[in-house]
């Protein structure tokens, strides 16, 4: 299992990940559905912070890559802004729908953090909303220490918020 970055010639492979959260009601990649080059061309506009709104931090896209599929996506932010910092973090992260609870969603994480290491970003921000048991299981499985709580104004929740390093 490895991390693969976004590319052309993974389409087959996307589009077929893609439908999988789609099937499941998660509407997430549905504009790669309907434009997978389009698709692939903004995320490599945003690892290279192109068009970016002002005070945006540019993202690196990984997939999570096994005999030739693909698991699952994950957003690895370059830097920190105080809205990130509060909610949003460092990294995002999602797991196929039919491929979860099999220890891809740690196994995902663990490997973006030595992506994020190799970048120089030593200290790495996750936050989740306190419902989500799924991801504050990846995130302490992956040695997130709970730093603060607060109220996510994505989902009304209360968040937490985790350094990992
Ligand atoms: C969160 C998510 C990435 C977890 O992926 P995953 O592949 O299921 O994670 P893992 O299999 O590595 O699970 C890690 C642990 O969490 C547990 N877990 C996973 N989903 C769970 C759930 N819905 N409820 C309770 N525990 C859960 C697993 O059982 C495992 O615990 P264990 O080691 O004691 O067995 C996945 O559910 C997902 O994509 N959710 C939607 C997107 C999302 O919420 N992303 C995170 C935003 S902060």
Redesign the pocket.
């Known amino acids: 299992m490895h991390l693969v970055t976004p590319a052309a010639h993974r389409r087959a492979a996307f589009l077929e990940l893609a439908a999988d959260y789609e099937a499941a009601g998660?509407l997430?990649y549905a504009s790669a559905l309907q434009d997978f080059d389009a698709y692939v061309r903004r995320l490599e506009a945003g690892r290279r912070g192109d068009g970016l709104p002002h005070g945006w931090i540019p993202e690196a896209t990984f997939w999570l890559a096994s005999k030739g599929a693909l698991l699952?996506c994950a957003r690895l932010r370059l830097g920190l802004s105080p809205q990130l910092e509060y909610e949003g973090?460092h990294i995002?992260?999602?797991?196929?729908?039919s491929?979860?609870?099999?220890?891809?969603?740690?196994?995902?994480?663990r490997l973006v953090l030595i992506e994020a290491r190799a970048l120089a970003i030593e200290r790495v921000r996750?936050?989740?909303?306190d419902d989500?048991?799924?991801?504050?299981?990846?995130?302490e499985?992956n040695g997130g220490v709970l730093a603060d709580m607060g109220v996510s104004e994505a989902s009304g929740k209360p968040l937490r918020q985790y350094w990992i390093g």
Do not use: K
């Open positions: 998660e997430r699952g973090g995002g992260y999602d797991v196929r729908p491929m979860r609870r099999r220890g891809h969603g740690t196994t995902l994480l996750i936050t989740c909303d989500n048991f799924g991801s504050i299981r990846v995130i499985r």
